[in-house]
């Protein structure tokens, strides 16, 4: 019975003294495949190790890098080639091949403003390679330049327009001082505060090389967003935006006194009719008050008369008129302000 357990204790050590087998040297171990990158993979983004495909979280980018990482890139000599094919014979095939091999630095410049856009990346995207086809069109090979920087040019340009043209309800970038600002303006603050100064308007627009009235106004529109006008004041407010904005013209009482004045000055004009004869009232009603005036060719035809006898018609009814406002209205100089000047001139010589 004692010699089973010899047997188990003497087996215990020989387990704790047991080694692993050594490793033959001279051998690394091996990665797996989908660990490779090869020319095919999109170099911009990071491999997933069991698909082998871009570890993106939106589907739609997802299918569209897949998509792209088929085509095969080109190299300088290639893209040459056919660029200058492109641009002596206007083959279409040349330049689809062009802007296919080109579709990842498309991706890559996108990414440098995917946080200035954060709705769609493809939206980015999209633009972008409508830059691209720009910059394929617009490229010169014979100038030594390479084509992807070029093309990197075009690409950010129409990437930039179409930020600044949908960033806001209400365009924020319509001039180029206001394009520099939106991209700098920021950044130019934070690096002042990183250096120890405040950020003053003063020192921005020195520093920016733009006015101040430019650096306040850029800021005020980039740090708010855009309210309508028919938005209520407060949530539980009837009052609109709109209703507390200032005007710009006239006051009520001016408008009131203006409407007054014109009636009284209809009033006037009515009662002169009887004291006109035929041809005055001709030259009052289709000359002097009409939106369209006639020609004093067109009167003088009309009564078999020289065009300078209807001239000299005009002349006399503006007289006139302006005695009879004189009389009835003493204080119209001052309601009519600049006004009156064409009761006294009269309107000018149409031939």
Do not use: C
């Amino acid at each position: 019975m004692q010699e089973p357990d010899e047997k188990l204790s003497s087996e215990k050590p020989a387990k704790k003294n047991a080694k692993k087998p050594a490793k033959k040297p001279g051998k690394k171990p091996t990665k797996k495949p989908s660990e490779k990158l090869t020319a095919k993979h999109h170099p911009l983004v990071v491999m997933s190790d069991e698909e082998n495909l871009p570890a993106v979280s939106n589907p739609a980018l997802h299918r569209y890098l897949q998509e792209i990482s088929q085509y095969e890139l080109l190299s300088r000599e290639e893209t040459d080639a056919l660029a200058q094919q492109f641009r002596e014979t206007g083959d279409p095939e040349a330049a689809y091949r062009l802007v296919s091999a080109n579709l990842r630095l498309v991706v890559k410049v996108a990414m440098d403003f995917q946080k200035y856009w954060m709705q769609n990346f493809m939206d980015l995207i999209q633009e972008g390679n409508v830059g691209l086809v720009q910059a394929t069109k617009k490229f010169d090979p014979f100038r030594g330049v390479k084509f992807s920087y070029y093309a990197a040019y075009w690409i950010r340009a129409y990437i930039l327009k179409f930020i600044m043209d949908n960033w806001r309800l209400v365009k924020i970038g319509t001039t180029q001082a206001q394009r520099k600002l939106f991209f700098s303006l920021n950044k130019e603050k934070k690096l002042l505060e990183a250096q120890g100064f405040k950020p003053e308007v003063k020192l921005l627009a020195e520093r920016l090389n733009v006015k101040e009235s430019e650096i306040v106004e850029m800021g005020q529109r980039m740090d708010n967003w855009d309210v309508s006008l028919e938005s209520p004041v407060r949530s539980d407010s009837e009052d609109e935006q709109k209703s507390f904005l200032p005007q710009d013209g006239p006051g009520i009482e001016e408008v009131v006194a203006s409407h007054e004045m014109r009636e009284r000055l209809t009033e006037i004009l009515g009662g002169l009719s009887d004291m006109l004869n035929e041809k005055e009232k001709v030259i009052l009603e289709t000359r002097l008050l009409s939106d369209e005036p006639l020609t004093l060719q067109t009167i003088a035809d009309q009564f078999s008369i020289s065009r300078e006898r209807v001239r000299q018609i005009e002349a006399n009814l503006l007289k006139k008129l302006k005695k009879q406002f004189e009389k009835e209205m003493p204080d119209i100089q001052d309601f009519l302000g600049g006004d009156h000047l064409i009761l006294s001139a009269g309107p000018k010589k149409n031939s």
